[in-house]
């Protein structure tokens, strides 16, 4: 498949996650009530279960291989957990904390600066060619 296609599913994939990710941190905020990172984190481990099982059934449906799937499942939350829990949460702290920019607002920038280093870790390791 074309990397750009690949692109392109990834970001409707990333799409339906950042709408999962936005109203279950209004969820969350509500419940964890000044508590925003910890809301945060909490919307994006859901976010990273739902983005994965639609990777892995759309994205990157041709590399599925049901023998792999929990490597397929640590592989993902190792490199695009890792870098999604780390950068939402260090952006968060900077853009709320500091910035005072509003809750949602700044969770969309910072998703939106993890999503390349993202899809080149899912590409070339969560779900690479076997091969």
Known sequence: ????????????????????????????????????????????????????????????RDRRDNSVLLTQLMRFHLSNGLVSMLGNLALMRLLVGAAHIPLLAANCIAILCCSILNFCLGNNWAFAENG
């Open 1 to 60: 498949m074309s990397p750009f296609i690949r692109w392109g599913k990834f970001n409707l994939v990333g799409a339906a996650g950042m709408i999962v990710q936005l109203a279950s941190l209004a969820i969350f905020n509500r419940c964890f009530a000044g508590h925003y990172l910890l809301a945060s984190a909490a919307a994006l481990e859901l976010t990273l279960l739902h983005n994965f099982v639609a990777h892995l059934h759309y994205t990157w």
